[in-house]
């Protein structure tokens, strides 16, 4: 039986047409460094105008048509909202161009992604000038803000500039009445293998999203508050900041290229805002700023971390030191991102609160999650079973972009044949919802059908006075399918320690099947680009035998075996 | 072009499924009444196992099938919870039946509905058992809590008890997968005029609407509070408060059959919630309840007001007394029924936020407002220009419920031609999105293609000394279309007041041209069973000659007409 009520599609120029009439005074303010003459104001209002005069030019001057990718390879700022808006709602595709990335991926994703158009920010034409010979799809490059445009001279796409693009159109545009499944938005993972993943986000998606980060148990923001989001407009829709605010009147403060903890400081003692979001190395950074030169963060109430883990320690320090709540959050391209956030339920103290806040937080309920056990079934959610985490939700992908004019690709290892994500990691789920992560599945040993967590052995190994770095990768084992190999780095006043005394200190915090019988004593963990353990490097150089490992076993009784 | 996201249906199973597992610690509390043994507490997970054993009762043991309409006549409280989730999460159609309705309106409405299955508290068999021979559709009656079942002695219905119906019976249900646009829930609205309209919630606008309740600018609760639901949930949805809190574990204390401002005021004081929604005569009843006799009512922080305006004299009392935030909310069956809500914007003082607060409130971002101007376009949102309010949004209703088996209805005064609700209230909108409203339009006075408001017309007649009560109607007028006609019933004191006296009173509060020509003194303004002016009885006794109308006009020159 059919219901009564009217069906409106849930689209984005729903969000640009109510952004820009009731909170219409609301307010994005660019930041422009320090001696520039002030940082930049537009009003919603204004940016709904420009939307629609950067549409105009778009169809009019451009040719951009429904369904095409228009690519931005900007950094936060108001021109960028005006993008996140004019291009989805006149029915074309938003494509975020992740410009930390190395320039072989950039050409790549612009490519697999067929983009007709990129704007660019003029601070970033010394990046993408010279990839512009092999980014075939792209016929114009509009610039956006100064930059040397002479990097630009004999390209082959036709170059604009934005502000001469957009003067004189009308500051109206009849946007299109879109199925709300259609594409709005998309946006490539840039994973450490592989090729790079295009997750294309539909109105539905964003407009449910940003809805769930206005509810009181996300980030919950009133437009009496300003955010500052430093999380990047090209990291996930800068975590749907940029629409939660357009519905509901919260303020911006956008960094634009502005990302070192000094002007960050800056920023936030003459701007006030109220709430930020961004990666812990960020809050890091401005920590380290603040104990050096003192500023007035005071207006900041919570700042929302995700991205990866935040040590407890940095969580108290913000709150101890600065009166700033730190809300915790986790979430992945593919999860538009907002997955958890580590409110506390409700009628506890201070200090019970705490193992919740450290928690990567509580599902809301538009998404459902379930962990993939080691047995092949699915575990409990008692908190103490561990499984990959699989989670289905209305923003959450269930494929990837196969490439302009090809089905959508749907790799095993990414979804359940029943359509979930799986979304790579390990961990644990209480009876109220906390999701806790412990590992990459990568890096679980899959030990007889038992998983071992690798980061657990690493964390008590490390525990060891004589430990200053331990990697544990998983290798190839006849009987157990899988078991631990512990490479170690020990302190240069280590002494005499040796590995029987490892394990015995191991022994006392793991289960005993869980202990290594392989050792192997490394200079140093190799790392990735960004500083992360890199496994692969170990578990080829154990293939290969280019490790030194030592069988230890518990019933071995023999001489302890030095570990130096 | 398709994204690439999952596509879950935003179904109420989703709703229960997270509510009664990440949130299933969170309580409904039934109040019991004074003397009883104590309030009722149940968890949400309680509540979850409950609803599975029902909907396997309703459909194994009753037949009860998908589209199926299943009634309650029931109070809040916690058995009404589960069926709100049980019946529409098995596919079949909640129906709730408005226990205040006169008997000859419920039994149109249960026929009109096709109720196989009513699901009744046992306090209300006395109402429901003389009805139910002419209930035709009715198979079955579920007897919830202690009643006179002697009554139902011989009736055509199988009788079961609600207790006895559960037991025994799997705490899990396979859910099937719903789309989410079919029907959910119906709700009739109870007009003065005309038959019974049925509203028909989908799935979707059920969810969506949940999700903005938790949106912070509507109510935005959190699992720290407990709201006290006064608003019957045979009154749209109970506001959507029973899904908005199984969606974020806000606690619920339900009143049962005790809605009156003694035991409000006991179960306010002795379960402490934080939040409670209710009509302006509950919480009049409640200050005059404490004034006589006080009691504890400090845990409560907000009271959401609607159903009708709120005087601010009495929001005032609210704060100035008890330290209650009153906000106050517009919506209707047809809306879910939340239209707007009374937060100020950000950044005011407390006295420049009064003018906000007592308006009808803002917008959310997914209800789009218009006003029907008197010219046939739309009136400008400048805070001045009135019209007929029209919205438009995905829990917004778009025609009627035509009855089982036939096509919905979109009579013309309810639907613009382009599918828009039309409210039937008239009022102004701010550029900031603020409604307030003025008039209903059937009370309006079209003059001249331009409205003439009858309230505001009143409201400074009433401010004259000599006035008791003045009500003004629209009558016909050949050269105007409609002119407004000023019936006024005079104090007792009132001395030798003049038409003329009156008519110059009130040139010097409104426009000249809306100054009524027509006038006429009565004994008393009729008044509606619920204590409205009535003025469909004025305009009747107009047209046939029953009111002895003076003409007086501006240039008329001659003697001052006694009202005397």
Redesign the interface.
């Known amino acids: 039986?059919?219901?009564?009520?009217?069906?409106?599609p849930?689209t984005i120029s729903?969000?640009l047409?109510?952004?820009s009439?009731?909170?219409?005074?609301s307010q994005v303010t660019t930041w422009t460094g320090e001696g520039a003459p002030g940082p930049h104001r537009r009003t919603f209002a204004e940016i709904g105008d420009r939307a629609a005069q950067l549409a105009h030019a778009l169809r009019d001057e451009l040719g951009v048509a429904r369904?095409d990718r228009v690519g931005t390879l900007m950094w936060n700022n108001a021109e960028h909202v005006e993008a996140y808006f004019a291009v989805p709602s006149m029915g074309a595709?938003l494509h975020t161009l992740n410009l930390r990335l190395p320039a072989e991926q950039l050409v790549w994703i612009v490519n697999h992604a067929a983009d007709r158009v990129i704007l660019v920010n003029g601070s970033l034409l010394p990046l993408l000038a010279p990839l512009l010979p092999r980014l075939e799809p792209v016929e114009h490059i509009v610039v956006v803000g100064p930059g040397d445009t002479s990097l630009l001279e004999g390209c082959r796409p036709a170059v604009h500039e934005y502000e001469a693009l957009l003067a004189g159109r009308p500051a109206t545009y009849e946007w299109p009445e879109l199925d709300e499944?259609?594409?709005?938005a998309m946006c490539y993972t840039s994973g450490t293998t592989g090729e790079p993943k295009?997750?294309?986000?539909?109105h539905?998606?964003i407009y449910?999203h940003a809805?769930?980060v206005?509810?009181?148990?996300s980030m919950?923001?009133?437009?009496?508050?300003t955010t500052l989001p430093v999380v990047p407009m090209f990291h996930v829709n800068a975590w749907g900041l940029p629409h939660a605010t357009?519905?509901?009147?919260v303020g911006m403060l956008m960094p634009d290229r502005f990302l070192q903890p000094g002007p960050l400081a800056e920023m936030i003692e003459a701007e006030r805002p109220t709430h930020a979001a961004a990666v812990p190395t960020i809050w890091q950074g401005l920590l380290a700023e603040l104990a050096d030169k003192p500023r007035d963060i005071s207006s900041l109430k919570t700042v929302t971390i995700g991205g990866s883990a935040c040590p407890e320690a940095m969580m108290r320090a913000f709150e101890e030191e600065h009166g700033v709540e730190v809300c915790h959050a986790w979430g992945m391209t593919e999860t538009s991102p907002l997955g958890t956030v580590s409110?506390p339920?409700?009628?506890l103290t201070p200090e019970e609160e705490w193992p919740y806040r450290v928690s990567q937080g509580?599902?809301?309920?538009?998404v459902?999650a379930r962990l993939a056990a080691p047995d092949g079934g699915f575990a409990p959610?008692d908190g103490e079973s561990p499984g990959e985490l699989e989670v289905?939700?209305?923003?959450?992908?269930?494929?990837?972009?196969g490439g302009a004019g090809a089905e959508?690709v749907r790799p095993e290892d990414k979804f359940s044949p029943d359509?979930w994500?799986r979304t790579g990691d390990v961990g644990v789920i209480t009876?109220?919802?906390y999701l806790t992560l412990t590992d990459r599945a990568k890096d679980v040993i899959k030990s007889g059908g038992e998983w071992i967590s690798s980061v657990e052995l690493e964390n008590a190994l490390m525990a060891h006075e004589a430990v200053a770095e331990a990697a544990v990768v998983a290798v190839p084992d006849d009987k157990w399918g899988e078991r631990p190999l512990a490479t170690v780095v020990l302190k240069e006043d280590a002494g005499d320690v040796t590995y029987e005394d490892l394990r015995a200190f191991l022994g006392e915090r793991v289960a005993r099947w869980q202990l290594p019988e392989r050792w192997a004593l490394i200079e140093s963990v190799p790392k990735t680009s960004v500083g992360k353990f890199d496994k692969k490097v170990l578990r080829s150089q154990y293939a290969s035998g280019d490790l030194d490992v030592t069988h230890v076993t518990a019933s071995g009784g023999g001489p302890a075996r030095p570990a130096r």
Not at 214 to 217: A, D, H
């Open positions: 039986m059919l219901s009564t009520m009217q069906d409106v849930l729903r969000i047409r109510h952004g009439t009731v909170h219409g005074r369904d595709v499944r259609d594409a709005a295009g997750v294309v986000y539909s539905r998606s449910l809805m769930q206005n509810m009181t148990q919950g923001l009133t437009d009496a508050d357009f519905m509901t009147g409110h339920p409700g009628g509580r599902f809301p309920a538009s459902e959610h289905r939700g209305p923003w959450i992908a269930g494929a990837y972009f959508p359509g994500l009876a109220d919802g």
